[in-house]
T-cell receptor
């Protein structure tokens, strides 16, 4: 079966760095997406990785290791507005997105 | 600006009633998707469409139907609402076909079936 695993909840301090991990087992692989979802709102796109390595985009970076079925989202200089759920999703061989349950990130002052 | 809208934003209905949720996008995207989101689960795909007159079943399609008569709209119909269909429903769209493109999401519809 297809499976995406990520921690249910994480807590971090404002100004700090946090790493949210995602492991996956899917039928084929056409890339991995990270989305951010604030409570009561729609998911919004953060990043896409298809090749191994690190993609940096401002305070956010995303890493992929295809051989390990592993990705992480790194958030630096945390701000209170980063309190949200972070969704990991893998595009399978049929170009369908398989979604993890999301990681709720709580930022404390 | 292009956008994707959903209506209604909130809906309460009774078991057994037919319900239709609307989704309208002005991105001119070929691909449209319907997901449901429940606590403890990732987004689950209900139905999707890669173009006008094309519809496909997703992972959790039982009890739902869609039709695609134009590029902009993909209404989702619950034939006979059940309490298990209480959920938040998101519509999304993306460009291209058989390609990797980010999906843009509508604001969601919170449906309660009593």
């Amino acid at each position: 079966g297809q499976n995406i695993d990520q921690p249910t909840e994480m807590t971090a301090t404002e100004g700090a760095i946090v790493q949210i991990n995602c492991t996956y087992q899917t039928s084929g692989f056409n890339g991995l997406f990270w989305y951010q979802q604030h409570a009561g709102e729609a998911p919004t796109f953060l990043s896409y990785n298809v090749l191994d390595g690190l993609e940096e985009k401002g305070r956010f970076s995303s890493f992929l290791s295809r051989s390990k079925g592993y990705s992480y989202l790194l958030l630096k200089e945390l701000q209170m507005k980063d309190s949200a759920s972070y969704l990991c999703a893998v595009m399978d061989s049929n170009y369908q997105l398989i979604w993890g349950a999301g990681t709720k990130l709580i930022i404390k002052p | 600006d292009a956008e994707i809208t959903q209506s209604p934003r909130h809906k309460i209905t009774e078991t057994g009633r037919q319900v239709t949720l609307a989704c309208h996008q002005t991105w001119n995207h070929n691909n449209m998707f319907w997901y449901r989101q429940d606590l403890g689960h990732g987004l689950r795909l209900i139905h999707y469409s890669y173009g006008v007159q094309d519809t496909n079943k997703g992972e959790v399609s039982d009890g739902y139907s869609v039709s695609r008569s134009n590029t902009e709209d993909l209404p989702l119909t619950l034939e006979s609402a059940a309490s298990s269909q209480t959920s938040v429903y998101f519509c999304a769209s993306s460009d291209g076909q058989g390609e990797v493109n980010e999906q843009f999401f509508g604001p969601g519809t919170r449906l309660t079936v009593l």
